[in-house]
């Protein structure tokens, strides 16, 4: 599902990714961690499509996604990539069904569609009874369930999520774990998780490790443990 070869990316003198390979099959979850400045997050956005390496080849589902052009490329990621932050991002102003339709209509599909999918998955999410509330009405972790059914809403392959429970207390950190693993096993996305959770790591099908710009490998069974 993601295949990136010689990952380089650099800030003005400060090398950040020195050449990562990573390989990820469909319908498996990989969890990344490492020390601040690893360069975890930008490895993340790279593999999202939100910045360019300088050098380097990146294929996900089959497409070298950076000889897209860029409108192309903006497609690509809306239909085939979802992404989950530590902040949940909600709009305000808007509900919980609301926010969870917008990626969708910017996919231009049609409103009862999104409207109808949106719906099904925060019912799966446990916020059936939540899709009328905005976010000011929720709990922390009640927010978060709803970006994640948000970055589920136009069906992609993969889902990035970027230290997803790095806001939430214990139990509400434990939930999403949980949940990761049964939208996997329903939906059979391909998760990369950058974390600093060690239980979450470790509940990964791989766990990889992330030091000074490289990637070293934890675990290489590359076996479902869910």
């Known amino acids: 599902m993601i295949q990136a070869q010689q990952i380089e990316k650099s800030y003005g003198s400060l090398k950040v990714l020195k050449g990562v390979n990573l390989e990820i099959n469909q319908g498996e979850i990989v969890s990344i961690m490492g020390d601040s400045g690893a360069g975890k997050t930008t490895l993340l956005q790279i593999l999202g ?82 899709m009328t509330h905005k976010p000011s009405a929720m709990s922390g972790g009640e927010q978060q369930r709803v970006a994640v059914a948000r970055a589920l809403i136009n069906n992609p392959s993969v889902i990035l999520a970027d230290e997803p429970t790095g806001n939430l207390d214990s139990k509400n950190a434990e939930e999403l774990h949980r949940l990761f693993f049964e939208i996997r096993n329903e939906f059979n996305n391909t998760f990369v998780v950058i974390t600093h959770n060690p239980e979450l790591a470790n509940l990964a099908d791989r766990k990889l490790k992330m030091i000074d710009g490289l990637l070293e490998n934890q675990s290489l069974e590359g076996v479902r443990k869910h």
């Open 49 to 130: 499509t939100l910045e360019n390496p300088d050098s380097g080849l990146l294929h996900i589902n089959g497409e070298d996604v950076f000889k897209l052009s860029q409108k192309k490329l903006s497609k690509f990621r809306n239909d085939h990539i979802g992404f989950v932050f530590q902040f949940h991002h909600l709009l305000p102003e808007f509900t919980a069904l609301e926010n969870v339709c917008i990626p969708g209509f910017i996919g231009k599909r049609s409103k009862p569609e999104v409207e109808k999918r949106a719906k099904e998955l925060l019912d799966f999410l446990g916020l059936k009874d939540r």
